[in-house]
């Protein structure tokens, strides 16, 4: 096609013909972007909620580290949140789960140590591998700001009925699951 461009197509991605502003062959709304690709609007809106949506759980995360400790790192909250879910678990699992280092992983953990929210211990296993598990005083915490996160969706979504919330949570799950593989 290159230069040859037919009237009433375009070339996007995968060129397909694109009829100059309206309809593609199966009915989605398609419109010629500046770079002279198809622009699909659904995906682009789905683009611009997720982002939206990770840029606030980020700031969220921050907000629940620091109640549980002031001195909290906004990322270790995650660490504590899954082992609360999962109990105690070796450091290599969490810093592959989480997608850092093994340096990364002990910095982070040692600082939850020294906050006194996590204990590790030899792993009876393999002796080389440390177990890290909430202290008592850990799982007190996370307990409650997940309770006080959990209060706060009940809250703000207490007009939706509670099938669209299920939904909801049923098509996020679906999501991360294509976005694991």
């Known amino acids: 096609m290159g230069a040859d461009v037919h009237k009433g197509e375009d070339r996007n991605g995968g060129g397909l013909p694109v009829d100059g ?10 419109s010629v972007g500046p770079d002279g690709l198809a622009v699909d609007h659904e995906y682009l809106s789905l683009e611009r909620e997720l982002t939206f949506l990770f840029r606030r759980a980020r700031a969220n995360q921050g907000e629940m580290a620091r109640e549980v400790h002031p001195d909290l790192e906004s990322a270790a909250y995650g660490l504590l ?12 699992e969490l810093a592959a789960y989480i997608g850092v280092g093994k340096a990364t992983m002990s910095r982070q953990l040692r600082a939850l140590e020294d906050l006194g929210l996590i204990a590790r211990e030899p792993d009876p296993a393999d002796g080389r591998a440390w177990l890290v598990d909430l202290t008592d005083e850990g799982r007190r915490r996370v307990a409650h700001v997940r309770e006080a996160r959990r209060a706060r969706y009940v809250s703000q979504l207490s007009h939706w009925d509670r099938s669209e919330v299920a939904e909801l949570a049923r098509l996020i799950h679906q999501l991360n699951g294509v976005m694991e593989k």
Do not use: I, K, N
């Not at 309809?23 to 709304?29: N, T």
């Not at 949140?81 to 290599?92: F, I, K, S």
């Open 21 to 30: 502003g309206g309809l593609s062959g199966d009915g989605d709304v398609l």
């Open 81 to 92: 949140v899954r082992l609360d879910e999962y109990g105690r678990q070796r450091a290599t």
